[in-house]
């Protein structure tokens, strides 16, 4: 299976490590200027979240 469809959400997560990784190299003086400047931040995007829940019995162990 190929991946051909990346989530908004997902995209700003990278792209948000890859723009602390390039503003360390700005500071080290590796490379002169940010690349990520002229890129937007995309609109995150409602995602449906599953949340698991254990219903707890009240366990009374064997006397």
Known sequence: ???TKVGR???N??????RQH???LVVKGVIE???FISFKIIE???SEQT???IGFAFYTPPA
């Open 44 to 46: 995150e995007e409602d």
């Open 51 to 53: 949340t698991l829940t």
């Open 13 to 18: 997560a990278y792209m948000s490590v890859f």
């Open 22 to 24: 390039f503003n360390k």
């Open 33 to 35: 200027t940010l690349p």
């Open 1 to 3: 299976m190929r991946l």
């Open 9 to 11: 959400n997902t995209t």
